[in-house]
């Protein structure tokens, strides 16, 4: 049957089962405009009369042939099928577009119930059926292995150049004593005294010899002055006249400054460290 919208005149190509006899409540897809429809009336000439058993003894009664039923006139193709009147207030509509198929009629089947957001989460969505806990075991595997690597590259950094001059921890004063090389200088060849034109002057001599068997090369020398609470007041490098001395030779070393601080009364002679 065909039925049109009183607000709109939009007609809709429906089947009759979806009306019924008693009629319904169909809304209109273009205006949503909501109307009862009346049920069609039956044509009572297409209904056969049942046939009983003492009727089927008797020859049929002639009948005038009954006209074929008018069927009923496709819709345009823009035309869509009503959308039927849920039970419920229906929210504020969508306006995504409904599928249609391809004579035009939108299908019962996807008209929803209702206007609900097609945004909602959906509560048959996939969900994992838990979360991935943290392996606790292997992240701290991964910091003892990053902090030791950070612990071997420190070392290796002072290893090769040494404390820096801010870290406050203690150093010696001297590096430790050269394989065959010794050392000479006598407290009786160090001379301090002030000059006459008031300048402080300290001197110090002495050898430095090789007592092994191959050639030693002779590091830089270190004088370190003291003053009575053996603080290092004063201090200076000495290189010596021979970077290396053979098995058995011995080079003398004479050295003089000036202007000293007064408060300088002992000093210490040896190996600058490296």
């Not at 910091?143 to 420190?154: K, S």
């Not at 407290?187 to 430095?208: C, I």
């Not at 590091?219 to 200076?236: A, M, N």
Request: hydrophobic share 40%; charged share 20%; glycine share 4%.
């Amino acid at each position: 049957m065909i039925i049109a919208c009183p607000a709109c005149a939009t007609r809709y190509a429906v089947p009759d089962s979806a009306i019924g006899l008693e009629g319904r409540t169909v809304r209109c897809a273009k205006c949503r405009h909501s109307w009862f429809q009346e049920g069609q009336v039956p044509d009572l000439a297409q209904i056969q009369p049942a046939i009983t058993t003492q009727d089927a003894a008797t020859p049929p009664r002639q009948e005038t042939p009954v006209p074929p039923p008018i069927q009923p006139v496709p819709p345009p193709p823009e035309f869509t099928r009503p959308v039927e009147e849920p039970a419920e207030p229906a929210p504020k509509a969508s306006t995504t577009p409904r599928p249609v198929y391809d004579d035009g009629v939108a299908s019962a089947a996807e008209a929803p119930a209702d206007d609900a957001d097609d945004d909602a989460p959906s509560t048959f969505d996939y969900a994992p059926p838990f979360r991935p806990r943290r392996n606790w075991g292997r992240l701290s595997l991964l910091a003892a292995a990053v902090f030791a690597i950070v612990v071997l590259g420190l070392a290796a950094a002072v290893a090769w150049a040494g404390l820096p001059d801010w870290v406050p921890v203690a150093r010696p004063t001297f590096a430790q004593a050269q394989q065959d090389l010794v050392l000479d200088f006598p407290a009786k060849r160090q001379d301090r005294r002030t000059l006459p034109n008031g300048t402080e002057y300290f001197g110090a001599s002495g050898t430095v010899s090789n007592v092994g068997s191959v050639t030693r090369h002779v590091p830089t020398i270190l004088i370190v002055l003291r003053d009575t609470r053996d603080r290092i007041v004063y201090s200076w490098e000495v290189v010596p006249p021979k970077s290396e001395l053979a098995p058995g030779e011995a080079v003398t070393i004479n050295e003089a400054v000036t202007d000293v601080p007064k408060s300088a009364k002992s000093a210490e002679i040896g190996w600058k460290p490296a």
